[in-house]
């Protein structure tokens, strides 16, 4: 029995050398100790008290197969000691692959945070939103420097453009944004006489809806979405009114009559 139980001592003394003997030499002990929980006491329990047990000594084995199959394939280079490997060289290889593979996944995380810092680049409607978000921030004293809230603040204002952009196309008439591109591709605005005239035509040609509409009704929905602006007698386009076009071309929405 002395020599069991120094046999025994001796046994885990070796495997509680590195962390794959250590958890060998746990499961060892949880799973004799119920087998010897239950061989000991089984005529004195009762039905329901076996029934953990038993259940406990059946999937014991099939967690411990799930447990192991994931160490090995994922994470082998973690379940030795130095120790057991041949020499230093060998150790020191695999504490540099383990580096290099955490110096690829911190590459990997930098690449995926560009392309969301990316998304929308070149809108200027998103950097203002992105701008007003921090400012808001930083009157309720919240930290923003993370990357992840860098990149999450980029992601709202982009959302928040879109939301917009789809109430404002939702609304707006095919003839307002013809009128848009008009605009977009005058330095310094139009007149309103030109103006004027313009929208004369389109009342003319959609007289059944627009009859009884005055030039300031027609460019009412236009200012209040901050598409155009009026500056020493001219009418212009804003930078959210360029973003709107351009975001209407690059969508491939669909050309409204109206």
Not at 191 to 198: G, P, R, T, V, W
Request: glycine residues 4%.
């Amino acid at each position: 029995m002395t020599a069991n139980f120094e046999s025994f001592t001796k046994s885990a003394k070796d495997l509680s050398r590195n962390p794959l003997g250590i958890i060998a030499l746990f499961i060892v002990l949880v799973y004799g100790f119920a087998c010897l929980l239950f061989g000991f006491s089984s005529e004195s329990l009762s039905a329901d008290e076996k029934t953990p047990l038993i259940w406990f000594i059946i999937i014991f084995p099939v967690l411990i197969l799930f447990l192991f199959g994931w160490l090995v394939s994922g994470h082998h280079d973690k379940l030795y000691s130095p120790s057991d490997y041949r020499d230093d060289r060998s150790f020191l290889t695999t504490l540099q692959q383990r580096s290099s593979k955490n110096h690829k996944t911190i590459e990997n995380s930098n690449q995926r945070i560009d392309d969301l810092m990316k998304y929308g680049e070149g809108y200027k409607a998103i950097d203002e939103q992105e701008t007003i978000i921090k400012k808001d921030l930083e009157a309720r004293n919240l930290e923003y420097s993370s990357e992840t809230a860098k990149a999450l603040i980029r992601q709202v204002s982009a959302f928040q453009f879109l939301y917009w952009f789809e109430k404002a196309y939702s609304l707006i008439f095919g003839s307002q944004i013809s009128l848009l591109r008009k605009l977009s591709i005058t330095q310094d605005g139009m007149e309103l006489d030109a103006i004027s005239a313009y929208i004369s035509e389109v009342r003319e040609t959609f007289s059944d809806a627009l009859d009884n509409w005055s030039d300031q009704k027609y460019l009412e929905y236009l200012f209040e979405t901050k598409l155009i602006e009026e500056k020493d007698n001219r009418l212009s386009i804003t930078t959210l009114g360029s973003d709107f076009l351009r975001l209407l071309d690059e969508s491939n929405y669909p050309n409204k009559n109206f």
